[in-house]
């Protein structure tokens, strides 16, 4: 993560608002891992409620990182 974090603070070409958008997106991605993508302990990690979590999950697109969904979706393909 620190690399990435790195990446980020080096590119001047992306704008403020830009940056603090990856940032939020690579804290958020680091308190799923660490909590196996449970979104509500993840959220309680993070400090914030469980609604805005959500809205920012879907807005950053991040159920389609979700390993446990792939998961479902191979297995049902396969059905």
């Known amino acids: 993560m620190r690399d990435?974090?790195?990446?980020?603070?080096?590119?001047?070409?992306?704008?403020?608002?830009?940056?603090?958008?990856?940032?939020?997106?690579?804290?958020?991605?680091?308190?799923?891992?660490?909590?196996n993508w449970v979104k509500l302990r993840a959220a309680r990690s993070l400090r914030v409620t469980y609604r805005i979590f959500n809205y920012k999950y879907e807005k950053f697109g991040l159920s389609a990182l979700n390993p446990r969904r792939r998961k479902k979706r191979e297995s049902q393909l396969v059905c």
């Open 4 to 35: 990435r974090l790195n990446q980020l603070i080096e590119k001047t070409e992306v704008s403020f608002h830009e940056r603090v958008k990856e940032f939020e997106k690579l804290l958020m991605l680091d308190a799923l891992n660490r909590t």
